[in-house]
């Protein structure tokens, strides 16, 4: 049985939840397995949260919508005025997630996820100060900090009187995170030496505490994370960067020379950073998944606004068709953005143990569906779009870094498909063994023989394969049968891909992308499935339209699918690869008319 989906599932019920906190949703769909229990009912919001999100939603908007045209104006400037950060603190902006006993607001995953969403609908450098603090500039206390670093940190951070940053990149580490060259040596007092520059360190200029990622030796392992103050000797700050788009919010290298740090700042164990920084990450993705759905729902608002306005050809433009499906795309793709991130936030929330596949879906899908919008809405737009007067051009700017930090979408893709894989491999060394012992011992043999060999056999005959068994409205049910047959399907191609390149399949990148794209359509596409049935039972005003969308989003998620199953078996991937080498060789395009 794989270590996933196996018997040793433990149902919470006894938690008031059918959760599986164990499994995780997204590996299962690698053998073949839907996990209803932790797919219905779609998650609603704390009560907690609904009270808070009430009156901070709302204070948001008072504050920031009679701010836009400052917001333009800082962003063109490239900075945020020192005031402004200081009215983001009197809004209690920077506790969001601390707890209160800490001095935050104590807000869930979900409830932080909301609040980013809405200041992202007014301005993406805003959401990014805010959200590089909490998100990972901080988390890292929270998450691994001891009681004593909780109480020395938490209230300065949640007031904001300590802005927080996160520095692991650096000129030579970049994807390749576990390569950082900033160094700590341990000192015969037990303090430790840091010495290294990292860059691109978002509120690296207005940080009072940085979480920072080095190198130490050691039979432990090779990195470690520090807790570092700004004010300590040693540390400083280069200028603001100079960037395309989030550019009112701080960027810039962060130098630490000999700096001396207390051995009480080590956070979590000498030579555990790496693992701390990847934990951190993951749980950090709600606050850009919710960023990227807040500017999804600005875009839609403005786009729709546009195309009732704008006249053509004597009618509206919101009247012709190609208008009216990028009105419609964008919609389905941030109702389906959305239902991700709050079921992420809801594993996270809810003590899920291993949601680190999903965090990369919902990282993933949310930015590349709000670059999508961008592009659409400024498209219909048009001129006015690409005009400087306009917001679409600053949005289409913001939203592009969305794919390149916390992990490119190209290193999320193979860390999904990898790591889904990797259990389907420890499967089938499992059957193997267990095969062999059906030859030497038949009767103890087909006694170990996994549940994973058990669903292939029957997935293989057709019998007994894993159905969503809940009752749904018929266009769900038939979604539904999509997601079933599909999934089915994923598990085969996993499964063959494993048998075809063994270990080698690491090398496979264009087989790799093609099985995370299927894992984002099945996971995406549940989540959305998940969350229109949801609404539908509850009878709410728009639940017509949400059960639409969730049609919708199947329909074409099965025409993705069919394409990269498809292209598993038939593709043009030498070719392709012979062609890049052929360009790398030759170092520019070699044609020419004339
Ligand atoms: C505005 C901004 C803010 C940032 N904020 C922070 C911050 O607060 N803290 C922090 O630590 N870092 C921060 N970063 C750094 C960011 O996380 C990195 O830029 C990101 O991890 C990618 O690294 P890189 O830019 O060096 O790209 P590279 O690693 O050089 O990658 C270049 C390209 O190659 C691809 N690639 C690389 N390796 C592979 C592979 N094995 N297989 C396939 N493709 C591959 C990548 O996907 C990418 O397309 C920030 C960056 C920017 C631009």
Not at 35 to 44: D, M
Not at 254 to 266: L, Q, S, T, Y
Not at 346 to 357: A, K, Q
Not at 407 to 415: A, D, M, V
């Amino acid at each position: 049985m794989s270590a996933i989906a196996d018997d040793t599932k433990k149902s919470t019920e006894a938690k008031g939840d059918t959760l599986l906190r164990e499994q995780s949703f997204a590996q299962n769909l690698f053998f073949g397995e839907i996990l209803e229990e932790n797919l219905f009912p779609y998650p609603s919001l704390r009560e907690k949260d609904r009270e808070v999100l009430g009156m901070m939603v709302d204070a948001i908007d008072q504050f920031l919508v009679d701010k836009h045209k400052d917001l333009r104006h800082w962003d063109r400037e490239a900075h945020q005025p020192a005031e402004f950060i200081q009215a983001l603190r009197d809004m209690g902006l920077f506790g969001l997630i601390i707890p209160e006993e800490h001095g935050g607001l104590g807000l869930s995953n979900g409830g932080y996820a909301r609040v980013l969403e809405q200041t992202s609908s007014h301005d993406s450098s805003v959401s990014l100060t805010i959200g590089a603090h909490s998100s990972i500039g901080m988390k890292g206390v929270l998450l691994f900090g001891n009681p004593e670093q909780k109480a020395r940190y938490l209230p300065r951070l949640a007031s904001g009187e300590m802005i927080a940053a996160f520095c692991l990149t650096e000129s030579g580490a970049g994807s390749d995170a576990a390569s950082v060259r900033t160094k700590a040596v341990k000192n015969d007092d037990g303090s430790w030496t840091l010495t290294g520059e990292k860059i691109w360190i978002t509120n690296g200029g207005i940080a009072g505490l940085y979480t920072v990622f080095a190198r130490t030796e050691g039979s432990e392992g090779k990195m470690t994370a520090f807790i570092v103050e700004a004010g300590w000797p040693g540390v400083s700050h280069g200028p603001h960067e100079d960037k395309m788009g989030i550019r009112a919010s701080s960027t810039t290298t962060v130098a630490f020379a000999d700096v001396k740090v207390p051995p009480e700042n080590v956070l979590g164990e000498v030579g555990k950073g790496f693992k701390v920084a990847m934990a951190i990450l993951n749980n950090g993705r709600t606050g850009l998944g919710g960023g990227a759905v807040g500017g999804m729902r600005a875009l839609l608002r403005m786009a729709t606004q546009q195309a009732k306005d704008r006249k053509q050809f004597g009618k509206s433009i919101a009247e012709f068709g190609l208008v009216r499906e990028k009105l419609a795309q964008i919609t389905v793709d941030c109702f389906a953005a959305e239902s991700t991130v709050w079921m992420l936030a809801h594993y996270i929330d809810s003590g899920c143990e291993d949601y680190s596949v999903e965090a990369a879906i919902s990282k993933i899908f949310a930015s590349d569906a709000i670059q999508r919008a961008a592009h659409e809405a400024l498209q219909i737009a048009a001129g006015n779009g690409f005009m400087k007067e306009f917001p679409y051009e600053m949005m289409t700017r913001d939203s592009r870094i969305l794919s390149i930090f916390e992990g490119t979408n190209e290193i999320l893709r193979l860390y999904v498909a990898l790591t889904g894989l990797k259990d389907v491999g420890g499967s089938l060394k499992e059957i193997r063994s267990a095969l062999s012992e059906i030859f030497n011992n038949p009767i103890k043999g087909f006694g170990v023989l996994s549940g994973y060999a058990e669903r292939r056999l029957s997935q293989a005959t057709g019998v007994g394969t894993d159905k969503i068994l809940r009752e749904l409205s018929p266009s769900l049910r038939k979604a539904a049968d999509i997601y079933e047959e599909y999934t089915v399907e994923f598990a085969k191609a996993s499964d063959a891909l494993l048998r075809r390149y063994g270990k080698s399949i690491t090398d496979q990148q264009y087989q790799l992308k093609r099985v995370a794209d299927l894992a984002i359509d099945l996971f995406v596409g549940l989540c959305t499935l998940s969350r229109a049935d949801t609404i539908e039972r509850a009878g709410g005003p728009n639940a017509k339209e949400a059960v639409s969308i969730a049609a919708i989003f199947a329909k074409q998620a099965r025409r993705r699918m069919v394409r990269n199953l498809r292209g598993l078996e038939r593709n043009e991937d030498k070719e392709l690869d012979q062609i890049a080498g052929f360009i790398l060789e030759t170092g520019a395009y070699p044609w020419d008319v004339i």
